[in-house]
């Protein structure tokens, strides 16, 4: 595996591979790597001939309240299993490197970018995409990879794409849990023995509006209210939103009468999860 730090030396590489007709896979993460970014890996291997994978902590998409500082750094064992995985680059820049002084330019999806998390996380859907548009210059990758987990950001991202005409194919790739539900996060590693039992109301919310659902039940008040109670019946959770929207506007939906997005956060002490379910 190639190591790459510096912009120059990744596009060169990746222009290289290009010109072998090799098509390139990339997978964008911020480290601190767990077996949800390993199957993104996984699937970019099986639909392409070279897989990059960027580690970067993107300083953009962390408010001036957020975790940056304490985000789970975990280079060398990050390293490590990508090796494992046959991953065939590794691109590593700095911040300086990816945000030299004076840098002004941003790009934001607008309207979007404002819905689910960008609500409570104002900023942060502009820093994604700013840095994921950055990284698809660099890089030029044939496809990208991401996590359903995340499933604002893919459908920004998929907006992105489709809008500034960018060359790259969009994979998403399901959410990978933990044997009892929980959602596979690097900030899971934050989590307390007792906050790690508390993280799993997200889930259990989730499954209960799914359970409603097969029921029968398509009235969104209800399912939400079924889902919020779940979620509020641990005193030291405490709820961000719980909705359910449409998975590629992510307007809000009254009836579940075509596919609906079912999505939640909320903080478990300091930890803020997210997790969703897509009905039907
Ligand atoms: O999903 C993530 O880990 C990040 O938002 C991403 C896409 C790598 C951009 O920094």
Redesign the pocket.
């Known amino acids: 595996m190639k190591i790459y730090k510096t912009i120059a030396d990744m596009r060169a590489a990746s222009r290289t591979a290009r010109y072998t007709g090799k098509r390139l896979g990339l997978v ?3 480290g601190a790597l767990h077996e949800g970014h390993l199957s993104l890996v996984r699937a970019a291997r099986a639909k392409c001939d070279g897989v990059a994978v ?1 580690i ?3 300083p953009l ?1 962390f408010g001036p309240s957020e975790d940056l500082a304490k985000y789970p750094r975990t280079f060398e064992r990050d390293r490590e299993l990508l090796e494992k995985e046959g991953v065939d680059i590794l691109f590593a820049p700095t911040p300086e490197e990816m945000y030299p002084t004076g840098a002004v330019t941003y790009v934001t999806v607008e309207g979007l970018s404002e819905k689910l998390c960008g609500k409570s996380r104002p900023g942060h859907f502009r ?2 995409t700013t ?2 548009a950055k ?1 698809f210059h660099i890089v030029e990758p044939d496809a990208a990879f ?2 359903q987990k ?1 499933a604002a ?1 893919a459908t920004i ?1 998929r907006r992105m794409v489709q809008d500034l005409n960018l060359p790259v194919e969009i994979a998403v790739c399901p959410i990978v849990r933990e044997p009892d539900g929980l959602a596979m996060s ?1 900030r899971n590693a934050y989590l307390s023995p007792q906050e790690r039992k508390s993280a799993l109301v997200l889930h259990r919310a989730l499954t209960e509006v799914k359970n409603r659902f097969d029921q029968g039940e398509r009235n969104a008040i209800n399912l939400i209210a079924a889902g919020t109670q779940v979620l509020t019946q641990d005193p030291t959770v405490r709820l961000d939103y719980f909705e359910i929207v449409n998975p590629v506007t992510l307007d809000p939906v009254p009836e579940l009468t075509s596919c609906a997005l079912v999505a939640g956060a909320a903080f478990v002490g300091n930890t803020r999860l997210i997790d969703n379910i897509l009905l039907p």
Do not use: E, K, W
């Open positions: 964008p993460t911020m960027s970067f902590v993107n998409q820093g994604v840095v994921v990284l991401f996590g995340d950001q991202i690097s």
